[in-house]
């Protein structure tokens, strides 16, 4: 399932998966419940 999540990422958004996830990770502690969309990889790319 990961690998395929990493595929994705590659093919359709054109994101690193590592750093992505890492990002993420980073960020939902602090990060507002009703603005977790933000966090999906098509829109962390835009705002990267």
């Known amino acids: ?3 395929k999540l990493c595929q994705r ?11 992505w996830m ?10 507002q419940i009703n603005k ?3 966090l999906l990889p098509h829109r962390w790319a835009a705002a990267q």
């Open 1 to 3: 399932m990961y690998n």
């Open 9 to 19: 990422l590659k093919k359709l958004h054109d994101i690193n998966p590592f750093e």
């Open 22 to 31: 890492k990002s993420v990770l980073e960020k939902i502690p602090a990060h």
């Open 36 to 38: 977790v969309a933000d």
